[in-house]
């Protein structure tokens, strides 16, 4: 027995909680806008004036240095490796709401560092501090939905987070391809003054929603936990079922400080949590491993160097489908499949949509036809692998970790992962720079091997989560099941809660009726 059907409701019953959700998967929008922005600036004539150099010979007659477009490019991932050092400091004192505060506190000053910028240098403080923010806004919004979201909507929930980046992505393509033929340094002052608006909405919006409950009853504040989950629940659940909730809460709270020796990384790394750490990362890391920080931070100039004609419309178009792709995936997670199964379409489809550019550039290079062979793949991986494996790395990753250790494993994970996108963001200019190996799409076979690893480990070690509490989770890598045997175990932790939650209910019952019999 597992939780009680009555807890497995739609979304119809949850739409409060599945609303509150939705806004805090808004927090990404801010990273979409932001990388898809500033990968177009490397093609407006008004940006390249300011901080590149001139060269009739070149497309536009302006052009970057491969070294400027690594800094521009990776200042963003370094910034985010150096803001998750500080989230295991500042969670340990501070909720999840105070995350999202932090986070916009950083964006807006990295947002006025970047517009006030007038070199290379000032640029990249700037980048670094949007890096920063995004580490707060990314740890703190999962840690969130995660713990809020029910057991049977936290993976589209969580998922969300791919539509709110695959939005922010569009906007900042449609505002760049607007401001693209100004000029001035208004063509890319503009779009990065756009990113106020997003940390701006996002912490107004914080200040009406309740603190995580998982997150009070861990620091020992019982009643505002659960008014919080009250509040999350609205009237989908009965007292009875509420309650049954908020008893698998408390015992799983209790069950982890029991266990618990301190709050550090070194945690993370002992006993049962070696195995969820590891998880944990492999799967966030697995957006790198994807190849899909190439495509975030130089698809556009990917299209120019291809021979893409309108590389700002493809750019959309491109960006647009992966949206129908996504939604297309959320249907499936809810409907169809489970989380393995879904990361697995993704990343195989991924190694294959690689395969097919590197073959084009490979047997016809520089030709149309390896142009339009790029973009038919292009479309392909980003319906399917945004679609199926890139929105189902959220909620595996967050529901992977236990409550405790959440926001500890998640940043550490978030570092793990920006690392290896600061190289590959480091490292692809030179690779594709037509002043350097000038590979272009031939690039893909490195992310052909890539995603075939990921796909093969994913195999071997990654259970399904679906449907599954997170107490339940916490029991299962508890008593140690194997992959295999994750759907079908039969969990004591809910039914459990289910009997504590029943006598509760009874013996306040018992206590009315006695009460009213004495009158």
Not at 311 to 317: A, E, S
Request: glycine fraction near 8%; charged fraction near 15%; charge should be neutral.
């Amino acid at each position: 027995m597992g939780i009680s059907n009555q807890r497995n409701n739609s979304f119809r019953e949850n739409w409060k909680c599945a609303l509150i959700c939705l806004g805090m998967a808004f927090a990404t929008t801010q990273y979409g806008f932001d990388v898809s922005a500033i990968g177009t600036f490397q093609t407006m004539p008004g940006f390249l004036m300011t901080f590149g150099y001139s060269d009739p010979a070149l497309k536009g007659g302006w052009g970057i240095s491969t070294t400027h477009q690594q800094l521009i490019a990776s200042c963003l991932n370094v910034g985010t490796i150096v803001g998750v050092l500080f989230i295991t400091p500042f969670g340990r004192y501070f909720g999840r709401r105070h995350g999202i505060w932090m986070g916009t506190i950083i964006a807006f000053a990295g947002c006025a560092t970047q517009i006030a910028a007038t070199s290379v240098a000032s640029l990249c403080v700037g980048r670094a501090l949007m890096g920063a923010s995004n580490a707060f806004f990314i740890t703190f919004s999962n840690a969130y939905i995660v713990e809020c979201a029910p057991p049977r909507l936290r993976g589209v929930c969580s998922a969300a987070f791919a539509v709110t980046i695959n939005i922010g992505t569009i906007l900042g393509a449609v505002v760049d391809e607007r401001t693209s033929h100004i000029m001035t340094k208004l063509s890319y002052q503009i779009p990065l003054a756009c990113l106020f608006i997003f940390p701006a909405l996002l912490s107004i919006f914080v200040f009406f929603i309740p603190e995580s409950p998982r997150w009070l009853m861990l620091h020992g504040r019982r009643e505002e936990a659960e008014r919080s989950l009250a509040f999350l629940r609205g009237d989908s659940l009965e007292p009875e079922f509420l309650q049954e909730e908020l008893v698998e809460i408390i015992r799983g709270v209790e069950e982890e400080k029991s266990t618990a020796s301190t709050l550090s990384i070194v945690d993370i790394f002992g006993g049962t949590n070696l195995r969820r750490t590891m998880l944990c990362v492999a799967v966030v890391l697995s957006r790198a491993s994807s190849g899909v920080w190439v495509f975030l931070s130089y698809g556009t100039y990917f299209y120019q160097q291809a021979g893409v004609d309108d590389v700002f419309k493809i750019g959309i178009y491109s960006m647009t489908v992966q949206l129908v792709g996504v939604g297309a995936g959320l249907y499936c997670a809810y409907k169809v499949w489970g989380r393995r199964t879904m990361l697995l379409i993704g990343t195989g489809a991924a190694a294959v949509s690689m395969v097919g550019p590197a073959l084009g550039a490979t047997i016809a290079p520089e030709t149309p036809e390896a142009a339009k062979v790029f973009l038919a793949f292009n479309f392909f991986y980003v319906i399917m692998y945004s679609g199926f494996a890139g929105s189902m790395t959220w909620p595996i990753s967050a529901e992977v970790v236990n409550s405790r250790l959440r926001v500890v494993t998640l940043s550490f994970a978030t570092g793990v992962d920006y690392f290896f996108a600061w190289l590959t963001s480091f490292c692809s200019p030179y690779f594709i720079n037509p002043t350097a190996l000038n590979w272009g799409a031939k690039y893909c076979w490195i992310w052909a091997a890539s995603n075939a690893l990921t796909f093969v480990f994913f195999w071997f070690f990654l259970p399904d989560m679906k449907g599954r509490s997170l107490e339940e989770i916490d029991e299962l890598f508890e008593k140690r099941v194997s992959v295999r045997d994750f759907p079908k175990f039969e969990c004591q932790s809910s039914s459990q809660a289910h009997d504590i939650a029943l006598n509760k209910m009874e013996e306040a019952k018992a206590t009315v009726r006695h009460v009213e019999g004495n009158q």
